[in-house]
């Protein structure tokens, strides 16, 4: 009994020297640093308001009007800014970019890719840089030329006709993820597949159900101790799906390395492999082998696995909106049929007479932020930004869906208006200040090369050939689901017509 209570006693005290530790800890960071104000947050927990949102972007914008564009805000462990205008994301991401060019290390991050050595997650160090140079240099030389064009054309050939084939409404979001899938497979691996193929059902369902679990984020990131010494039914899971699907990819990484052949580069998975034979000439030889075969492989991974997630996101809530706004379909066809016609399909070299489409999609990208809160930032050292203090080793959030919808920036804001950017000729204008769907500076999306000429394509060639609506008796307006950090279009249905029948 005795022992008992003594033991009690010990944990009771532990429990309660480290509230102190913490308490005396946060309030000696508030006297030594100007740090942004913020709500109240518990030790070890945080802000109860935030764990409980069902959507950060929305919590984060309420914060703002109370404590302004740029706060603070824990969440677990973690003690996080949250810039929610252009102007601070501006000072941050591309006035002090090296400051802010570092990533935060999120224990389910760090385990989704293989120990951080992806490209999105991994710390900023030189063997990130030099894998970051060797992938840019590998995505331009696959982008030479009309690769890309001949890819998108081909799946499009496979996925249009079984649309066609649908007799009143239907759920497009397999077709939807077919189109990306394919275009994604053929720039990655040099391959396609159809609508019954067992891999691509596969990935795509381990893929959505990873988002889907992963959305209101895990406990052993708010208690890190947990990845050592037990970890939960959910994260053990997400971590089973994610080794299937990183198996996938590396099955098709070793496949190209042993036909890999300098004469013949076939996809971006050879290019990569080129880049880094390249670089081998030139690179000091101790960063080199630190940029393994892992690296590499992961740097597919993120181009094919987040390239489908955010290009397959954007053109759901594309179809949603043309759905609809039959008027702002009907100009975006008319511009099509004027600058493409009706015989041949949308080239990258139609893109710059598009412009009224690509307006378009860029609205829509706006109202319909595939990542609203985008990849958490790190500071690099001790900081400012908005004129606070921001110490070194603070996590950075950018709340894009803030910037998307500032009223400061953004006319009528809730309004879907791609005049918004066009200039008085009616072609595409300079790119709004409030509007980074990609993001900015030393962590700016690797992708985006390739997801802009993609998605607009793909866009075009889909208004090209179809009249969307929606089933009578649907709300026109766009309902949410998803929860955290994670917003994407509620399950919805469309009527499809082929426009050469009409």
Not at 110 to 134: C, N, Q, V
Not at 213 to 237: A, L, S
Not at 387 to 395: E, H, S
Not at 445 to 457: D, F, I, Q, R, Y
Request: aromatic share 10%; with cysteine; charged share 25%.
């Amino acid at each position: 009994m005795l022992y008992s209570v003594l033991s009690a006693l010990n944990v009771q005290t532990v429990l309660i020297g480290l509230l102190v530790v913490l308490v005396v800890y946060k309030l000696r960071q508030r006297w030594k640093y100007n740090v942004p104000p913020g709500p109240f947050c518990w030790p070890l927990i945080g802000s109860y308001e935030v764990i409980q949102a069902k959507f950060l972007h929305e919590i984060f914008v309420k914060y703002s009007k109370k404590y302004g564009p740029v706060f603070t805000v824990s969440v677990g462990p973690y003690h996080m800014v949250v810039l929610n205008d252009i102007n601070s994301v501006t000072e941050a991401l591309v006035k002090s970019k090296s400051d802010f060019a570092d990533r935060p290390l999120v224990h389910s991050a760090h385990m989704l890719t293989e120990g951080s050595k992806d490209i999105i997650f991994a710390k900023y160090t030189p063997t990130w840089k030099l894998h970051r140079k060797i992938s840019v240099k590998a995505l331009r030389q696959y982008l030479a030329g009309n690769r890309l064009e001949e890819v998108l054309h081909a799946s499009m050939n496979i996925c249009l006709p079984l649309m066609a084939k649908e007799n009143g409404a239907f759920n497009p979001e397999n077709y939807i993820d077919l189109m990306v899938f394919n275009i994604l497979n053929a720039v990655c691996f040099g391959e396609s597949v159809e609508l019954d193929d067992p891999e691509f059902m596969r990935f795509m369902k381990l893929s959505k159900k990873i988002n889907e679990m992963t959305g209101n984020g895990f406990v052993e990131d708010m208690f890190p101790i947990m990845c050592k010494i037990w970890t939960t039914h959910k994260y053990r899971t997400i971590h089973n799906m994610n080794n299937e699907l990183i198996s996938i990819i590396k099955r098709k990484f070793e496949e190209h390395e042993e036909t890999f052949n300098i004469d013949n580069v076939r996809d971006f998975t050879d290019s990569l492999i080129l880049a880094r034979k390249e670089a081998e000439q030139e690179e000091k030889a101790e960063i080199l082998s630190q940029l393994s075969d892992t690296h590499l492989r992961q740097t597919v991974f993120n181009i094919f696995s987040a390239g489908i997630e955010t290009s397959t996101v954007t053109l759901g809530f594309a179809v949603r909106y043309m759905a609809g706004l039959p008027e702002i379909q009907s100009k975006v066809q008319e511009e099509i049929d004027r600058v493409v016609g009706k015989d041949r399909l949308p080239t990258v070299k139609d893109r710059e007479n598009l412009s009224y489409t690509e307006a378009t999609l860029h609205e829509v990208m706006r109202l319909g932020t595939a990542v609203p809160l985008g990849i958490p930032h790190s500071t690099i050292c001790d900081t400012r930004v908005g004129g606070y203090d921001v110490p070194k080793d603070t996590m950075v959030m950018i709340n894009h869906w803030a910037l998307h919808n500032d009223p400061n920036y953004w006319k009528d804001v809730k309004k879907f208006d791609p005049t918004r950017y066009l200039d008085e000729n009616g072609k595409l204008g300079m790119k709004p200040e409030s509007w980074l769907p990609f993001s900015a500076g030393r962590r700016g999306c690797l992708g985006e090369s390739v997801a802009k000429p993609e998605l607009h394509l793909i866009f075009a060639t889909l208004m090209q050939k179809f009249k969307i609506t929606l089933p009578e008796g649907t709300n026109p307006e766009i309902e949410l689901c998803g929860s955290g950090a994670i917003a994407i279009p509620a399950p919805y249905k469309v009527i499809v017509k082929e426009r050469n029948l009409l």
